[in-house]
């Protein structure tokens, strides 16, 4: 039994807690204050939650400078290779060409060809060239060009990355950051618009990331590089140009803590990635409504950050979870049935569940949206919820 419990999230302590120390100012908190006394009033009320969480944030994001996310993810690969030699990326045009969504420009001229190494078209060759490097010391960056492609590498991720630690007896680290974008875009097709969060939750030593702002791609990409376990992070096509604010000084973001996104009192909504934007977006609605949601980022999609979620169901008392995911072993099932299990008798509705079909991404515009969840969804489920 006890050899059973070692064997989950690689024996070895996970996300930023378990990183390498550094010399870094303390990173900034991303949990906005905790939430005020448990009320269900609507109208004005609401009103003005919403008013004082836009000053706040407004607030936080006095300083700095403005990015896109590509951009802020381009940061931090800058600053962990200017920092740690043994920091070195891989993958199809990530040198000179910059990487297909340009998060490498630069790199190579800056750090030449062979920590910034540009890799044939083999996926599998490749992912299992960084295993390697991290079991001999180095800290791989694996860019796969779209996460549908790590598919060739799958064998490489789960029997080598995932368990080699274990499974060499604790002989081996694999520090290795496995990242890239995915998710639906526009138009792009079945085989360019894969989730692959559900295909890697099952791969026991792996911890799993989704970056949805400038601010903790940065944080969560400089804080997977620095763990000693092996982290996919997951990047979304249409997320590449997000411009936000972010701090001159250096910070990193907890590999396991969700962001609270709105404070509320009616429902919980968690989602993560692009979805977040869809539920803002519908949050807006439902305060005119007079309904109050709490959103929360997940953004640890493996461990869940399961304190932050149950302490907003014991205040709110419903779920939501919406995710681009498919529905059919998808996030939100795991999501589903972790609550389910930890936080039953604090529930007054059944949990509801907003996911993608459960077909193949179509190529036409307006089939491509009916298959993804969109904000009048969200919208219909609070209320349903909430009756």
Known sequence: MAAAASLQYALHGVGAASAKPRSAAPARSVRVAAARRSVR????????RAAASADATAESKSGGHEVLLFEALREALIEEMKEDPTVCVFGEDVGHYGGSYKVTKGLAEMFGDLRVLDTPIAE????????GAAMKGLRPIVEG????FLLLAYNQISNNCGMLHYTSGGQFKIPIVIRGPGGVGRQLGAEHSQRLESYFQSIPGLQM???STPYNAKGLMKAAIRSENPVVLFEHVLLYNLKEKIPDEEYI??????EMVRP???VTILTYSRMRYHVMQAAKTLVNKGYDPEVIDIRSLKPFDLHTIGNSIKKTHRVLIVEECMRTGGIGASLRSAIIDNFWDYLDAPIMCLSSQDVPTPYAATLEDATVVQPAQIVAAVEQICQ
């Open 41 to 48: 009033a609507r109208g004005g009320a609401v009103a003005a």
């Open 124 to 131: 599998n060759s490749f992912a299992g060239m960084g295993v």
């Open 145 to 148: 060009m779209n996460m549908g």
């Open 209 to 211: 990331v989704a970056c």
């Open 253 to 258: 973001c907890c590999l396991e803590e969700a």
């Open 264 to 266: 509320g009192e009616h």
